[in-house]
C-alpha cells in the first residue's frame, strides 16, 4: 500500500521545513527593507520606499522632486540599497561556502577560507596597498588594483594547498587538506608581516588592517553585478548537489559506497567554493566568523541534512551579515567599524552558547 | 549476481598487501573470508569496493570490469557494511538509514513514499525501528553496526560485501545479524573472525594468510584443527555437535594447560 509524506516522521520534518524556509525568505525581504531605512542620516520611511518604488517600477507616490535625484535619492538608491543587498549577497556566499566546504573536507571545522584563501587574499592585498603593483610591473599589470591582487592571492594559495595535498601519491583525504591549509596560511602571513614591517606606513597599514576585516563601504551597483550573479549561480548549483553532500557527512568510505565519485566531487567543490569566496574575499575583504558559524547555528535546529541545511544557512548568512553591517554603519558616529570586527564580536558568544548548550555536539561526539 | 576478483595485489607503503588473489562469490552464495589480523582480508574488500584501487588483477562484477562502471552503478548493485569508522556530524537515525535510497536517486528526485517504506521495513529487520527518531551519534556500538546493516538493506542490493559484521555485538545480534544476512538469499562475502559463526552461515570460506589464500572450499572441509593451528597458531578441537549436527570448534589455551 502507498501511502502519503504525512505518514512518516521526515515527511512531515520535510513539509515543516518548506515553510522554515519560505519564514527565512520573508525575513530576509524584510531585513532589507528595513535595513536600507536606518544609517547616520534620518530618512523617514515613506521617503525611502517613495525612491525604491519609482526606481523600480516608475509609479510616481507623492511629490516627485525628490524620486530622480537629490541627495536623498543619492543616499537611498546609490549607497544605501546596494550596500544592504551586497551584504546580503556576500552572507549568502559566504554561508553556502561554509556548509559546503565543512562537508567537503568532513571537518566541522572548516570554514570557507580553509584552504588558505583569506591568507593568500591578505598577501596579494598588502602587496598592492603597502608597495604597489605599479612600482614593480609595467603595462597592463601596473594598473590593477587592491581587489585584482586579492584575486590572485586566493587563487594562488588555494592551488598550492590542492598541489601540497596531493604529494606523496595517495588518496587526498581531509586531514591532507586541512594541513596544507594550515602551512600555506602561515606562509603567506610569514610574507604578508614582513611586508607590513618593512613597508612601515602607518597610513598604508591602516588601509591593511581595514581592509583585512571586511567592509560593505565600497559597495555600488556596479560592483554588485560579479558577485550577484556568482552568488546565484552558486546557490544554483548547490541545491542541485544536496544528495551527494549529505552522503559526504558520513565519512569518505561510506560516501563511496554509496555510489559517490569522491575525489571527482571533492575537487569540483572545491573549485567552486574557492572561486565563490576569492569573489567575495576581493569584493568586500575577509569577512570572518558567518561561513563557520551560520552552518552550525543552522544544524543546531534544522540538522545536518543539506536540504535544509543549505537554503537556510544561505537565507540566514544573508540576513546576519545585512544586521552585521547595519551595526558596523551607525554604532560609533561619524565612522564604520569593519564588518568583520562585528561578525566575530557577535559570534564568539553565540559559538560559546551553543558550546554550553549540550543538544548541540559541534560534529563531535556527544558526551 | 557473481563477484569475481582475477590475481589482484595491492602495495601499500611499499608493502605487498594482497597477493594475486582470485575469489569468486556466484550467485545466493554465503561466502566466508577467514584469517589472522592483517592477513589483508579488509584491504582485499575495500579493493573490491572500490575505496582502494589495486595495483594490478580485476574486480569483475557479473563478468563486467568494475573499474570501468560509475560509482553509482556500483552501488546499485553492491552493498557494504564495513568497519565502523566515526563520523563528524551527526544526523537521526532515520536518515542515516535513508542515505540507503541516494544511489536510487537523481540529484533533484524527491524522497518517496515508497522510500519511506523501506527505511521502516529495514529498521524494522534490525530490530531498530524504536530508534528512528534518535541521533546516531548517542548509538552503542553495536546499534551503530546494525543502522548501518539497515542502510545497505535499504539500498536494496544483490550483493553483499560484509567487514567482520558481528565485530561490537553482543551474541544475540550475532546471531540475529547473520539471520538477516542470510535469510536475504543474495550473494554475501563476508570477512568473519569467529569460525563458528563461519561453520554455521557459510556455503563456502577463502583462508587468507599472509595476503595469500592457503584454503578455500566447504567450510566442513576446510576448518579442521590443522589449518587452525597453522592459520592461527591456536590449537583447538573441531567436533561434531550431538543435537545441531552441526561442526563447531573447542579451543585449548596454554593457560589452562
Known amino acids: ?367 | 549476481m557473481n563477484l569475481k576478483t582475477k590475481e589482484i595485489e595491492i602495495v601499500l607503503s611499499k608493502k605487498e598487501i594482497v597477493k594475486k588473489v582470485s575469489i569468486q562469490v556466484k550467485e545466493n552464495e554465503f561466502v566466508g573470508l577467514l584469517g589472522p589480523n592483517g592477513s589483508g582480508k579488509t584491504t582485499l574488500l575495500k579493493s573490491i569496493y572500490r575505496v582502494l584501487k589495486p595495483q594490478a588483477g580485476l574486480v569483475l562484477l557479473d563478468g563486467e570490469d568494475m573499474s570501468k562502471m560509475s560509482y553509482r552503478d556500483t552501488a546499485r548493485r553492491l552493498g557494504v557494511v564495513s568497519q565502523f569508522t566515526n563520523m563528524s556530524f551527526d544526523f537521526s537515525v532515520e536518515e542515516v538509514v535513508l542515505m540507503g535510497r541516494a544511489p536510487h536517486k537523481r540529484a533533484l528526485s524527491q524522497d518517496t513514499a515508497e522510500d519511506f517504506r523501506i527505511v521502516e521495513d529495514a529498521l524494522r529487520t534490525v530490530d531498530m525501528l524504536d530508534f528512528r527518531n534518535r541521533s546516531f551519534q548517542t548509538l552503542s556500538g553495536g546499534e551503530k553496526q546494525r543502522i548501518l546493516l539497515a542502510r545497505t538493506l535499504a539500498q536494496q542490493v544483490q550483493l553483499l560485501v560484509l567487514d567482520e559484521p558481528t565485530n561490537h555485538l553482543d551474541i544475540k545480534y550475532q546471531i540475529q545479524i547473520m539471520d538477516v544476512v542470510k535469510s536475504l538469499g543474495i550473494g554475501v562475502l563476508a570477512a568473519l573472525h569467529d569460525l563458528n559463526l563461519t561453520l554455521m552461515y557459510c556455503t563456502y570460506v577463502y583462508v587468507l594468510k599472509d595476503g595469500k589464500i592457503v584454503a578455500d572450499g566447504h567450510p566442513e572441509d576446510i576448518i579442521t584443527s590443522e589449518l587452525i593451528k597453522e592459520v592461527y597458531e591456536v590449537d583447538c578441537e573441531v567436533v561434531r555437535h550431538p543435537a545441531t549436527g552441526k561442526l563447531y570448534v573447542v579451543y585449548f589455551s596454554k593457560a589452562q594447560g
Open chain 1, 1 to 367: 500500500m502507498r501511502g502519503t509524506l504525512m505518514d512518516n516522521r521526515l515527511g512531515r520534518k520535510h513539509i515543516l521545513m518548506h515553510f522554515v524556509i519560505l519564514g527565512f525568505i520573508g525575513l530576509l525581504i524584510l531585513s532589507i527593507l528595513l535595513a536600507v531605512c536606518i544609517g547616520s542620516v534620518k530618512i523617514p520611511f515613506y521617503d525611502v520606499y517613495r525612491i525604491v518604488l519609482y526606481q523600480v517600477t516608475h509609479i510616481e507616490v507623492g511629490d516627485p522632486e525628490i524620486l530622480g535625484g537629490g541627495t536623498l535619492y543619492e543616499i537611498v538608491w546609490n549607497v544605501r540599497l546596494p550596500r544592504v543587498l551586497m551584504a546580503a549577497v556576500i552572507g549568502i556566499l559566504l554561508a553556502v561556502c561554509g556548509v559546503v566546504m565543512q562537508a567537503t573536507v568532513q571537518n566541522p571545522l572548516a570554514d570557507p577560507y580553509i584552504l588558505g584563501i583569506s591568507s593568500g587574499a591578505s598577501l596579494g592585498a598588502t602587496f598592492s596597498i603597502m608597495i604597489g603593483a605599479s612600482t614593480v610591473f609595467t603595462g597592463v599589470l601596473a594598473e590593477t588594483g587592491t581587489a585584482f591582487w586579492a584575486f590572485l592571492g586566493s587563487l594562488g594559495a588555494t592551488a598550492l594547498v590542492m598541489l601540497l595535498s596531493t604529494l606523496g601519491g595517495g588518496r587526498v583525504t581531509s586531514a591532507k587538506l586541512v594541513l596544507a591549509g594550515s602551512v600555506i596560511a602561515s606562509l603567506c602571513g610569514a610574507f604578508t608581516n614582513m611586508m607590513v614591517y618593512i613597508g612601515n606606513d602607518a597610513d598604508n597599514m591602516k588601509s591593511v588592517t581595514y581592509w583585512l576585516l571586511g567592509s560593505m563601504v565600497s559597495a555600488r551597483w556596479n560592483k554588485l553585478l560579479l558577485p550577484g550573479i556568482c552568488m546565484i549561480v552558486g546557490v544554483v548549483f548547490f541545491l542541485t548537489q544536496m544528495r551527494t553532500l549529505n552522503t559526504l557527512l558520513l565519512g569518505e568510505e561510506a560516501a563511496i559506497t554509496l555510489g559517490v565519485n569522491l575525489s571527482l566531487w571533492r575537487k569540483v567543490y572545491m573549485i567552486f567554493t574557492s572561486l565563490l569566496t576569492a569573489i567575495a574575499v576581493c569584493t568586500c575583504g575577509i569577512v570572518g566568523f558567518v561561513g563557520l558559524m551560520v552552518p552550525h547555528i543552522v544544524r543546531g535546529f534544522a540538522g545536518s541534512d543539506h536540504r535544509y541545511l543549505l537554503p537556510l544557512s544561505a537565507l540566514f548568512g544573508g540576513i546576519f551579515l545585512i544586521w552585521a553591517d547595519v551595526v558596523a554603519r551607525v554604532l560609533l558616529e561619524n565612522t564604520e567599524i569593519p564588518i568583520g570586527v562585528i561578525t566575530s564580536a557577535v559570534g564568539a558568544p553565540i559559538f560559546v552558547y551553543m558550546m554550553v548548550k549540550k543538544s548541540y555536539g559541534f560534529g563531535g561526539q556527544n558526551p
